[in-house]
């Protein structure tokens, strides 16, 4: 457990060094790494949160649907109508 504990600091702490420069980076590299981030996240979801695979499933939503922010937003308020 104290391993695990020291993997997920040594990792968050990794994470962190670039974001303090981030809201000074030009918005095209802003936008860039969100929609990466976005792409990865629901990546990761899918693979490892059987809630969300089966729901994705079950709508005829593919991992490759959601490529920006924006998507997350589009499918969500089709999801809620």
Do not use: C
């Not at 420069?21 to 790494?33: A, E, G, N, V, Y």
């Amino acid at each position: 457990m104290l391993i695990t504990r020291l993997y997920r600091n040594a990792y968050l702490a990794y994470q962190m060094m670039g974001q303090s420069r981030l809201p000074f980076k030009p918005l095209k590299t802003i936008k860039r790494s969100q929609s990466q981030r976005v792409r990865e996240m629901v990546a990761h979801v899918y693979r490892t949160v059987p809630y969300y695979r089966e729901t994705m499933d079950r709508l005829g939503w593919k991992v490759e649907d959601f490529q920006n922010a924006e998507d997350l937003s589009e499918y969500r308020l089709r999801f809620v109508i």
